[in-house]
């Protein structure tokens, strides 16, 4: 009767480690500085690739400050000029006039 035989559950051996997120944050501050830390190789090289990746997505080069600014101003120009064509030209009222059936 294998068909009702039903098998044990796997047990979760786990094993709960202490964990401080200061402790871990000064040790990091540490290897930042260079000082003598207990972090693993790898958790040193993980932190300095987090450095690299922020550094390179906060700084902002040069030519992409002129494109942002650029976008900017050709953008602000025609919302002036819009505004400017809507509320201020004779041409707009009788396109308005004209579709409101007066």
Not at 29 to 51: P, S, V, W, Y
Request: with cysteine; proline share 4%.
């Amino acid at each position: 009767m294998a068909f009702f035989f039903r098998h044990n559950p796997k047990k979760f051996n786990y094993i709960p480690r202490y964990y401080n997120p200061d402790e871990q944050a000064w040790e990091e501050k540490k290897a930042a500085a260079g000082l003598d830390n207990k972090l693993t190789h790898e958790e040193q090289l993980r932190i300095k690739m987090r450095q690299r990746w922020s550094a390179t997505k906060n700084e902002e080069s040069k030519e992409e400050q002129r494109a942002k600014l650029i976008r900017r101003i050709v953008l602000g120009v025609f919302v002036l000029f819009l505004f400017y064509f809507i509320f201020c030209t004779p041409l707009m009222q009788t396109i308005v006039s004209g579709l409101m059936g007066k």
